[in-house]
C-alpha cells in the first residue's frame, strides 16, 4: 500500500509539472493549499484508486481541465477540485 501512495505522489506531481510546462493547461489555477492525502488502509483499492490528479483538455482540446482527488472517506465520499481554464490562458 505505502508502494501505491509513493507511486501516485510521483505521478501528482509529475502532471503538476506538466501543467506548467505542456500546452495550455499551465492556464488552469489551482487553489495553493491543495493536498492529496494518502487514503485509510481500510478503504478497498478500487475506491482508493480515485485519489491523485487527471489532466486533460475537456471539450475536443478547446479547454484546459484539471481534476484532483484530494480526499477518499470510508463511506465513499470524495472531495474533489474540479478545475477548467480559459481558452488562449487569457
Same mark, same amino acid.
Given at each position: 500500500? #505505502?508502494r501505491?501512495?509513493?507511486?501516485?505522489?510521483?505521478?501528482?506531481?509529475?502532471?503538476?509539472?506538466?501543467?506548467?510546462?505542456?500546452? *495550455?493547461a499551465? *492556464?488552469?489555477?489551482?487553489?495553493?493549499?491543495?493536498?492529496?492525502? #494518502?487514503?485509510?488502509?481500510?478503504?478497498?483499492?478500487?475506491?482508493?484508486?480515485?485519489?491523485?490528479?487527471?489532466?486533460?483538455?475537456?471539450?475536443d482540446?478547446?479547454?484546459? *481541465?484539471?481534476?484532483?482527488?484530494?480526499?477518499?472517506?470510508?463511506?465513499?465520499?470524495?472531495?474533489?477540485?474540479?478545475?477548467?481554464?480559459?481558452?488562449?490562458?487569457?
Amino acid at each position: 500500500m #505505502r508502494r501505491v501512495f509513493i507511486i501516485q505522489i510521483l505521478l501528482f506531481s509529475f502532471l503538476i509539472i506538466n501543467l506548467l510546462s505542456v500546452g *495550455h493547461a499551465e *492556464h488552469v489555477s489551482l487553489p495553493e493549499d491543495l493536498t492529496v492525502a #494518502r487514503p485509510s488502509s481500510d478503504i478497498s483499492k478500487e475506491i482508493a484508486s480515485f485519489s491523485g490528479a487527471r489532466v486533460g483538455d475537456s471539450w475536443d482540446g478547446i479547454l484546459p *481541465h484539471v481534476l484532483v482527488v484530494e480526499r477518499v472517506e470510508n463511506n465513499g465520499t470524495l472531495s474533489v477540485i474540479n478545475a477548467i481554464g480559459i481558452k488562449g490562458g487569457k
